[in-house]
């Protein structure tokens, strides 16, 4: 006897069949192997016997007269589509084996039957059969619930970075805008849906406006959410001048610092290069630090544009505790506009090495004479292509 039968549990075969002596041979044979038949002398009455007795198995003669043979086995597969049904045919008839099998039978046999281990061998390859539909069934019926788990799960995320993107945008001042004899500009180009790169400009004293690009190591959410931190930050320091409470100078410089170790405390590994710049409208000066940002601002004065003086940069924002910020001031023109970039503008931008591409952004600024919309539309990629970083850009010009 066959291991993999006798290793089972009893097995219920339903047979239907009107030939007596097929009866006997296949009633003797699963009975020498302990098997536990249920016995339909028709199509009509097999298809009650296998609702009551719920078979494991089934074995139906196609040379029967029964009209109706091919629809129960076309009923019991629409019922139970991974229940293995085996055919018996005697060989000459063809036509209607080839019809069971269209049906999705999983085995036949021809008549008359040689010897029971060949039923035997029969039994266990239709069995393993239907065990491998089966488990194929709940395979995909699980990956189907994984995947309408994952479809729900996208659609939460995607509302979470929706929700996000319009704090971002909120947080942001709604361009163009002017403040005092300034007038700001910007655009914000994120390369997912969150953006690691943000600008503001506001008014921090009577005569100072505070402003600022920056751009957080990486993109997605959890370089958005640095942008959040800093921009309250930030916001907290101004309101602090404005109320007379800050400590220290109110100067780009002392700014960086404080958000420096603010960062590094926060203990987020992220780093941000930051352009910070005060404008005193009574003074006419532009006082200014950088923290590690590149490309350089383009200042246009005087009828020309080159990028904005420096004399001494330091490291971004987040990286090094002991680093040192530093700022400098220059007089402002009447003619005066400064553009500012974040780096992913380079990254669209197809003029070669880094000097060719700082030498672009340069003439462009000359060319339109900082007027931010004209430098929008020099620079800034098709609205199908998918950019490879954040971009920002931003201007100020006199109003």
């Keep these: 006897m066959n291991p993999a039968i006798s ?31 249920v016995l339909a002398r028709d199509a009509n009455i097999g298809l009650e016997r296998f609702h009551s007795a719920c078979p494991d198995l089934v074995i139906i003669n196609i040379d029967m007269p029964d009209a109706s043979k091919f629809a129960t086995i076309q009923q019991l597969l629409e019922v139970a589509s991974d229940l293995p049904i085996i055919v018996l045919a005697e060989r000459s008839n063809t036509d209607d084996l080839l019809h069971a099998l269209r049906l999705g039978v999983s085995d036949y046999l021809i008549l008359p039957l040689e010897s029971t281990a060949i039923l035997e061998h029969s039994i266990n390859n239709s069995l393993r059969k239907a065990r491998l539909i089966g488990e194929n069934i709940r395979i995909r019926k699980k990956l189907e619930k994984i995947n309408a788990e994952l479809e729900e799960r996208v659609q939460i995320f995607q509302q979470d970075q929706q929700a996000g993107r319009h704090v971002q945008i909120n947080m942001m001042p709604i361009p163009p805008k002017d403040i005092g004899p300034f007038h ?10 969150l953006s690691g790169d943000t600008v503001d400009y506001k008014s921090a004293s009577r005569h100072e406006t505070l402003f600022y690009i920056a751009d957080v190591s990486g993109h997605g959410s959890s370089s958005a959410f640095i942008t959040v931190l800093l ?29 420096n170790r603010d960062l590094i405390k926060s203990g987020l590994d992220k780093h941000v290069t930051v352009f910070m710049g005060i404008l005193n409208d009574n003074t006419n000066m532009l006082e200014y630090s950088v923290a590690g940002h590149h490309p350089l601002p383009v200042l246009y004065q005087h009828g020309v544009a080159s990028p904005i003086p420096l004399a001494r940069s330091s490291f971004p924002i987040g990286l090094f505790g002991e680093a040192t910020y530093f700022n400098q001031k220059l007089p402002i023109a009447e003619d005066f506009a400064l553009v500012l970039f974040s780096d992913g503008i380079l990254e669209v931008m197809k003029n070669g090495d ?30 199908t292509m998918q950019v490879p970083d954040d971009i920002a850009i931003m201007s100020v010009t006199r109003t």
């Excluded at 700001?184 to 849906?193: D, I, Q, T």
């Excluded at 700082?358 to 609205?383: W, Y």
């Design 184 to 193: 700001f500009n910007h655009k914000v180009v994120p390369s997912l849906y």
């Design 231 to 259: 921009r309250f930050r930030i916001e907290q320091m101004r309101l602090d001048n404005l109320r007379g409470r800050f400590e220290g100078e109110f100067t780009p410089a002392h700014l960086l610092e404080v958000l």
């Design 7 to 37: 290793a089972r549990k009893e097995l219920s075969v339903l047979v239907i069949d009107d030939d007596n002596a097929v009866i006997a041979t296949i009633t003797a044979a699963l009975g020498n192997l302990q098997q536990h038949v």
């Design 354 to 383: 880094y000097a060719n591409k700082e030498e672009h952004l340069r003439q462009v600024v000359q060319d339109t004479k900082g007027r931010f919309e004209d430098v929008k539309a020099a620079l800034s990629p098709p609205k």
